[in-house]
């Protein structure tokens, strides 16, 4: 179980850290994004079987490489919908929270809408121009 005095000291701690993903989203297409999270509660859900405690995270999404730049672009659901890209920041997460909590991997849940852009990181991908060869 997870107190919540627990989850405010390591808030406290990563409140200003930026954190790097890489991974496959599609076969053979990978991407790197850099993220910011947010712990926000904790829900009991089963896995295998048996109830654990999940810690509930929010995601935002503060710069990427080019390659994520122009699929979002394209593809204005991409963070909501990509199964392998939350699967990579759930992982990612957990391996981040793992000095916190003893070595222990926490098991991390995304709610339906955890993952956001950054609003700068929005309006750069908004301001875009995709006919330009030189991205």
């Known amino acids: 179980?997870?107190?919540?005095?627990?989850?405010?000291?390591?808030?406290?701690?990563?409140?200003?850290?930026?954190?790097?993903?890489?991974?496959?989203?599609?076969?053979?297409?990978?991407v790197n994004i850099e993220y910011e999270f947010q712990i926000t509660g904790t829900k009991k859900m089963i896995s295998v079987?048996?109830?654990?405690?999940?810690?509930?995270?929010?995601?935002?999404?503060?710069?990427?490489?080019?390659r994520f730049d122009i699929l979002s672009k394209l593809m204005p659901d991409l963070i909501t919908k990509e199964y392998?890209?939350?699967?990579?920041l759930d992982m990612s997460i957990s391996d981040e929270l793992t000095y916190f909590f003893n070595g222990n991997n926490p098991r991390i849940h995304i709610p339906s809408g955890g993952v956001k852009l950054s609003d700068d990181y929005q309006n750069k991908i908004n301001n875009m121009d995709l006919t330009n060869p030189n991205l």
Do not use: A, P, Q
């Open 1 to 30: 179980m997870f107190s919540e005095e627990k989850i405010r000291k390591v808030n406290k701690v990563i409140k200003d850290m930026v954190f790097d993903c890489e991974g496959e989203i599609h076969t053979g297409m990978y």
């Open 49 to 66: 079987g048996e109830w654990y405690d999940f810690l509930v995270v929010d995601i935002t999404i503060v710069d990427g490489d080019k």
């Open 84 to 88: 392998r890209l939350l699967v990579n």
